[in-house]
């Protein structure tokens, strides 16, 4: 919208082109959600305890959660409201790829709504089904996928790019990249659903990882760092590094009422939406198998659970005290901020480890 009005402007003073750049327009984008986010915290925080709209405890979890009962959630309004408002301003209409990001925080926030909603109504645990959930998220999946599938003729197509090697990329089917595409996205969605169990546990690996991917958003929209890099040019890519910086503004403003102890929790609503957000973004600029790495505390997260049901079905036996596996170490005796900050700084290691890939090929 802004890029509109700019083009009048530039007609009338050249000195207006500055804005068109792209990593002008990604910082004014991460201060304008990073803003919104400071300034309407407050008021929905406000208004989600006017309407009730608290956080429902499971009664099997970790004493110390109790007193969190009835902590506004439903955060992820907050986050991607801010998010939206920033990325219309002050990306590019025209890009196809901007407009699959936004569509993708749509369809899944709002399977997350649709969760935290149900689990409101009946004061439990428990909303939408796995079955339901899963069902949802697939079908929001293959769309998105479909939808990229169309643009692969703009960009360097299907194929998968393996990191820390210098030209070796693995070409894709359509249904390899659907596959692909599912696991990387319905994945993505769940882990950072898993991972929201700590005050700001989630939301800071969300800002680290777009981080990083802003960066390879960057290079590879770029024809003369992605030849000097030897990464493969992908245009129209670019735009995600705006995107990107949106996403980190909205998810800082956010982690200012969210961290220890925190006013408001982002619920199925925000942790749904923001994995399969990355996913997406991910896809965009081909580093699917760095997404594994950097979401390192993700992925943890997740196999901790599968292995703690899988187990208990085999022996009628717990492999954790409890999963996922922040509640375990929990119930060993850390305290929270200590979990919660270890856990940071593993994905920031994590995070380093996958841009060294730019230099290490």
């Not at 006017?50 to 992820?76: A, C, S």
Request: with cysteine; net charge neutral.
């Amino acid at each position: 919208m802004f890029l509109e009005l700019l083009s009048f402007l530039s007609s009338l003073d050249t000195g207006f082109n500055v804005l068109n750049y792209l990593t002008v327009r990604a910082v004014f984008a991460m201060m304008t959600a990073l803003l919104i986010t400071l300034l309407l915290g407050k008021w929905i925080i406000g208004k989600l305890q006017d309407y009730q709209i608290g956080q429902v405890i499971r009664d099997d979890g970790p004493e110390t959660h109790l007193e969190k009962k009835g902590t506004p959630t439903m955060g992820g309004v907050l986050i991607f409201f801010a998010f939206f408002v920033s990325v219309l301003i002050w990306g590019d209409w025209r890009n196809p790829f901007l407009w699959i990001v936004i569509v993708t925080a749509l369809l899944f926030s709002s399977i997350g709504f649709i969760d935290d909603y149900l689990k409101i109504k009946k004061q439990n645990s428990d909303g939408l089904s796995r079955r339901q959930k899963i069902s949802a998220q697939s079908i929001s999946t293959l769309f998105i996928c479909l939808w990229l599938l169309s643009l692969n003729s703009q960009t360097i197509g299907a194929e998968l790019l393996i990191p820390f090697f210098k030209d070796l990329i693995i070409p894709l089917n359509a249904l390899g990249f659907l596959v692909i595409g599912w696991f990387a996205i319905v994945g993505g969605s769940n882990s950072v659903n898993l991972t929201d169990g700590l005050d700001g546990l989630a939301i800071m690996p969300v800002i680290i990882i777009s981080g990083a991917l802003a960066v390879f958003a960057y290079i590879g929209g770029n024809y003369n760092f992605s030849a000097y890099l030897n990464m493969p040019f992908m245009p129209g890519t670019g735009e995600a590094f705006v995107v990107c910086a949106a996403l980190i503004g909205a998810g800082f403003g956010f982690l200012w009422f969210n961290t220890y102890p925190a006013e408001i929790f982002m619920g199925d609503t925000g942790s749904l939406s923001l994995g399969a957000v990355l996913a997406v973004i991910a896809i965009i600029v081909h580093q699917e198998i760095l997404l594994i790495l950097m979401g390192g505390i993700f992925v943890a997260e997740t196999l901790s659970v599968i292995i703690q049901i899988g187990y208990y079905k085999r022996t009628q036996k717990r492999f954790f005290l409890m999963a996922p596996i922040h509640h375990h170490f929990e119930k060993k005796g850390l305290k929270e901020p200590k979990i919660i900050v270890r856990f940071w700084i593993i994905t920031l290691i994590l995070v380093l480890i996958s841009l060294a890939s730019i230099k290490i090929r």
